[in-house]
């Protein structure tokens, strides 16, 4: 149990194009969701936590308006990268927990490529 | 405050050593400590995780020990094997909050056969 997928996996796209990340918890509940950035050989760095129904909130020093996330459901989020530059090329990786628990889930993560 | 400190930042072991990765935090109202690995190209994948009420917690050949005090916490891998060679990540949290989790630095393990 406890399964969060993510799609797509890897994407390349050229700069000044949007790109749609899609997070999906199948089997639970999700009623929080995480959005982490992840650069080679560094740590997670938490973007945004959204809960369902409710507008996302993004940590200090990350765009709302580059890094748009919506969470319309108990198992669907999304994560769009607007006007992509290469410097937004990283591996994005979601995370989910249900109800008041502790325990995240994570993704996969899509790795992103902007050319 | 909301740091938590992750050492050392790589290690190497022989198959069947027992590596030992040590976190250490400021924030005393972190209550839930987890670890995760992760492997290149992968998501983090939760492994075992502690309250401070408790000082020492094992699942299989994870253990983590716990020192409330101290205010440090730390993951040993019995019998280690090349397929544990991976980065480990130490995190911290606050039960009630947004379950947001604070990540160490990471550990890259490598067990050689």
């Known amino acids: 149990g406890a399964v969060v997928s993510q799609h797509p996996s890897r994407v390349i796209c050229k700069s000044g194009t949007s790109v749609k990340i899609e997070c999906r918890s199948l089997?639970?509940?999700?009623?929080?969701m995480f959005w982490y950035r992840q650069f080679p050989k560094q740590s997670l760095m938490l973007m945004a936590t959204s809960n369902e129904g409710s507008k996302a909130t993004y940590e200090q020093g990350v765009e709302k308006d580059k890094f748009l996330i919506n969470h319309a459901s108990l198992t669907l989020s999304t994560l769009t990268v607007t006007s992509a530059h290469p410097e937004d090329s990283s591996f994005y990786i979601c995370?989910?927990?249900?109800?008041?628990?502790?325990?995240?889930?994570f993704g996969p993560g899509t790795r992103l490529l902007v050319l | 405050q909301q740091q938590v400190k992750q050492s050392p930042q790589s290690l190497i072991v022989q198959k069947g050593g027992i590596p030992i990765i040590n976190c250490a935090y400021e924030?005393?109202?972190?209550?839930?400590f987890p670890w995760y690995q992760q492997f290149p190209g992968k998501g983090p994948a939760l492994l075992i995780a502690i309250r401070p009420d408790v000082s020492e917690k094992k699942e299989g050949r994870f253990t983590i020990s716990f020192n409330k005090s101290a205010k440090q916490f730390s993951l040993h891998i019995m019998d280690s094997q090349p397929g544990d060679s991976a980065t480990y990540f130490c995190?911290?949290?606050?039960?009630?909050?947004?379950?947001?989790?604070?990540f160490g630095q990471g550990t890259t393990l490598q067990v050689k056969p």
């Open positions: 995190a911290a949290s606050i039960r009630g909050n947004t379950g947001k989790l604070i």
């Open positions: 995370s989910a927990r249900t109800g008041g628990k502790e325990t995240q889930y």
């Open positions: 089997d639970f509940q999700a009623t929080t």
């Open positions: 924030n005393t109202a972190f209550d839930y």
